[in-house]
């Protein structure tokens, strides 16, 4: 496939202090059609005060439609099965209202979590099988995130992948899985992974490193947009991706205070700038 600039979103975390109708507004300045949710800014509320029906009519008028909905944290942490199989329901059932096409699920990340690593993966099976009806009921794709910090119980795209076989699930490169896994870039660089999965994979977040410090000190603090000092590989990486088969969307997902505190203009500009980088050869 071509790169092209119409498979582009952006994470609201971009500029978590717009209101939702500003957010989507940007990123149709940009010439953007996606954008991604959150459920954790603010007051956590998703959508802020707005009526589901007000949500599809802005997004149908700016010609935007709604990627995912980010994220249920600790989903395999076997205390939190319970709260977070309700919050699955309660987010499918927004998603169902909104049009959003899929839940970003993060794998429990503490240096408490004393499991070990078939644990992981076996209590990651149980909760996906356990979640399954309601994405299947709800038409809409759990979007399992590895987070590459040496603490996280999921680190990279295999063990995903692994977990959702053994929860009974379709295999997740096919059409009737419920299932895919994220592809971060930044994630993918800390992480475990040599591997790409591209048939497995059902978004792309890229953030680039600019700062000099080590491995181990990169925190979420640290990703900006990928410009051509980035340290970490995501134009490599968004290559390969296209190259091995990748077809889906590719969302800006930076959490530096730089970047979230930057104005909408001196923003857009930095955005189809960071853009441009990644589509030139």
């Known amino acids: 496939m071509m790169l092209t600039a119409n498979i582009f979103s952006l994470n609201r975390i971009i500029s978590p202090e717009l209101s939702l109708k500003e957010f989507i507004d940007l990123t149709a300045d940009c010439g953007l059609k996606y954008i991604e949710l959150r459920n954790d800014l603010g ?41 977070a199989e309700e919050e699955i329901k309660r987010t499918a059932e927004l998603c169902e209202a909104i049009a959003c096409s899929a839940i970003i699920l993060c794998p429990n990340n503490d240096t408490n979590d004393k499991r070990n690593a078939e644990q992981f993966i076996a209590d990651t099976a149980e909760a996906l099988s356990s979640y399954s009806p309601i994405f299947k009921n709800a038409g809409i794709t759990g979007l399992i995130e590895p987070l590459g910090f040496g603490e996280c119980s999921i680190r990279g795209k295999k063990d995903g992948i692994k977990a959702i076989t053994l929860s009974g699930c379709a295999n997740p490169g096919s059409k009737e899985c419920c299932y895919k896994v994220v592809h971060d870039t930044f994630h993918h660089y800390l992480g475990t992974d040599k591997e790409y999965f591209p048939h497995e994979t059902g978004l792309i977040h890229i953030s680039g490193v600019e700062d000099n410090i080590q491995d181990r000190e990169m925190r979420d603090s640290h990703r900006v947009l990928v410009t051509d000092k980035d340290r970490i590989g995501n134009k490599k990486q968004i290559k390969d991706m296209d190259t091995q088969g990748y077809t889906g969307i590719i969302s800006f997902e930076p959490f530096s205070n730089m970047i979230q505190k930057m104005d909408k203009t001196a923003l857009k500009k930095a955005i189809t700038e960071s853009i441009r980088f990644i589509l030139d050869k």
């Open 43 to 83: 007051d956590g509320k998703i959508i802020d005060d707005l009526k589901p029906g007000e949500v599809k009519k802005m997004c149908k008028d700016a010609g935007i439609a709604i990627a995912t909905i980010n994220a249920i944290q600790k989903f395999n942490l076997p205390s939190n099965f319970k709260k």
